[in-house]
Nanobody, 126 residues
Framework: QVQLIESGGGLVQAGGSLRLSCAAS????????VGWFRQVPGKEREFIAT????????IYADSVKGRFTISRDNAKNMAYLQMNSLKPEDTAVYCC???????????????????WGQGTQVTVSS
């Protein structure tokens, strides 16, 4: 299984930007899809974005489309989430996850992801 560690969270003002990183262990990183999720206490975990093994296919939640960009560097075993135009409602714990599935045209389910990181806190002040 791939082990994942997120970093890059913090406090930012509304309208600002943050770049989250997801460091993966293991030689199989290039064979799995990667996704980002977020969760606020008392609310369900929310899908943000996913990227295919090659990086050629991406899917975004409507709530972040046009503001967030998911990317990956398989040579470095890294995935990223560039977050621009941040809003207070983006405040959450952000987790990366990986799974052995194909990224097609529909949002993946939580069950598609086998490995999860611990998360990094993102706080957007108004």
């Amino acid at each position: 299984q791939v082990q994942l560690i997120e970093s890059g969270g913090g406090l930012v003002q509304a309208g600002g930007s943050l770049r989250l990183s997801c460091a993966a262990s293991g030689r199989t990183f290039g064979t799995v899809a990667v996704g980002w999720f977020r969760q606020v206490p008392g609310k369900e975990r929310e899908f943000i974005a996913t990227i295919s093994r090659s990086g050629r296919r991406t899917i975004y939640a409507d709530s972040v489309k046009g503001r967030f960009t998911i990317s990956r560097d398989n040579a470095k075993n890294m995935a990223y989430l560039q977050m621009n135009s941040l809003k207070p409602e983006d405040t959450a714990v952000y987790c990366c996850a990986s799974g052995n599935f194909l990224v097609l045209n529909t949002q993946p389910s939580f069950a598609d992801f086998a490995s999860w990181g611990q998360g990094t806190q993102v706080t957007v002040s108004s």
